[in-house]
C-alpha cells in the first residue's frame, strides 16, 4: 500500500470538492443515501458491519477503504437490500431499503448504479447492447426481445460518448481492453437514470493509468450530473486524488473517516498496519 499525500492545502486537479457551488452538491443538499447504525449480520452469526454510519450528498465521492474482509462489499450489498440488515436509518433517496420486497425493492435497485471490479458485461453483445441493458428497469414489453426504441438507442449513444467510446459502440464487449469496459459498464449504469453510483472495486483490475482515467470519468459524473459515487479502493493516493471524503473500514466498523485532505500517514498506517509502508519498499 503506497501513500504520496499532496502536500497540504493542494488541491488535485481541478478537485473542487462537494461544497463549491459549482451546480452538484452542496452541503445543504439533503443526503442521497443515509445509514445509520447500520449492522450486517450474515445467516453463518458472522457480523461484517456494525455501527456503521454515513450520508452521502448529490455530487460527491465518498471512498471506502480498508483492508480486505473489513466489509467494503457487504456496505454496497446491504445498500441495495442484498445482506441481511438492521438499522436505525438505512434510506436511498428517501426510500427505506430494509424491509423492501418486490416492485420496493425494483424501484429502490433502479436508483442504484452498480460499478464492479469485472465490469460483469455480457461479453458477447456489442457495448451499445450492452449500455440499453442498463435501461431495462424501465422497460417495455419489447425491450424483453432485445428491441429496444430509436429515443434509448439514442441515448445509451450518447452515454458512450461521454465516456469516450462512441466509435466502439458495436464492437463486442469481450473485444474491448479493462479500461474500456468499465467505462462501458459506467455508461450502463447512467443508462438507468441512477441516484447514486455504487462502484465496488472498479479499478482494482485496471493498470493505473486507466484506473485514473476510470475515477476522473467518476468525478466528472458526481459534478455535472450530482450523481454522487461511493467507491471502495484499495489504493489511498486515488481515495486522496479522486475522492471528497473517505470513510475506512476496521473489522466492519468505521474507523476513520473525514475529508481526503485530512487523511494523515499515521491513520493509513493505522489502517492498513505497518506493510503499507513496507510495501513502498518493493
Ligand atoms: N455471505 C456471507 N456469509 C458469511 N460471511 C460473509 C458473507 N459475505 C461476506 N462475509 C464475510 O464478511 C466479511 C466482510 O466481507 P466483505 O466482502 O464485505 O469485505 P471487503 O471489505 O469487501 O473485502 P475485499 O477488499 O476483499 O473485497 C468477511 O470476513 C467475509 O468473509
Ligand atoms: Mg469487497
Known amino acids: 500500500m503506497t501513500l504520496n499525500l499532496p502536500p497540504a492545502g493542494h488541491q488535485t486537479g481541478s478537485h473542487t470538492g462537494p461544497r463549491t457551488a459549482s451546480g452538484a452538491g452542496t452541503h ?155 467505462r462501458v459498464a459506467i455508461a450502463r449504469a447512467l443508462m438507468q437514470e441512477p441516484r447514486i453510483i455504487l462502484a465496488d472495486e472498479p479499478v482494482a483490475s485496471l493498470d493505473p493509468r486507466l484506473a485514473g482515467s476510470v475515477l476522473r470519468l467518476m468525478r466528472r459524473i458526481a459534478r455535472e450530473d450530482g450523481i454522487p459515487v461511493v467507491v471502495s479502493l484499495h489504493i489511498v493516493d486515488l481515495a486522496v486524488r479522486y475522492a471528497d471524503r473517505f470513510v475506512a473500514l476496521e473489522a466492519g466498523q468505521v474507523r476513520h473517516t473525514g475529508s481526503v485532505e485530512a487523511l494523515t500517514p499515521d491513520m493509513v498506517t493505522d489502517i492498513y498496519g505497518q506493510e503499507s509502508e513496507d510495501d513502498e519498499e518493493h
Do not use: C, W
Open 28 to 182: 445543504l443538499a439533503p443526503p442521497i443515501l443515509v445509514a445509520k447504525d447500520l449492522r450486517v449480520t450474515y445467516p453463518n452469526g458472522y457480523t461484517a458491519l456494525e455501527s456503521f454510519t454515513m450520508d452521502v450528498r448529490p455530487g460527491e465521492i465518498v471512498a471506502l477503504l480498508g483492508h480486505s474482509g473489513s466489509g467494503k462489499s457487504t456496505f454496497m450489498k446491504a445498500a441495495t437490500g442484498m445482506a441481511p440488515s438492521t438499522a436505525t436509518q438505512l434510506t436511498i433517496d428517501g426510500q427505506d431499503v430494509i424491509g423492501a420486497t418486490g416492485v420496493e425493492l425494483r424501484r429502490l435497485r433502479s436508483k442504484v448504479g452498480y460499478v464492479f471490479q469485472h465490469f460483469n458485461l455480457v461479453p458477447q453483445l456489442s457495448a451499445l447492447t450492452n449500455v440499453l441493458t442498463g435501461g431495462l428497469h424501465h422497460a417495455g414489453p419489447a425491450n424483453a426481445l432485445g428491441i429496444f426504441p430509436r429515443r434509448q438507442r439514442e441515448r445509451a449513444l450518447e452515454l458512450l460518448d461521454r465516456v469516450g467510446l462512441a466509435d466502439k459502440a458495436r464492437q463486442r464487449a469481450d473485444s474491448l481492453s479493462g479500461g474500456q469496459q468499465q
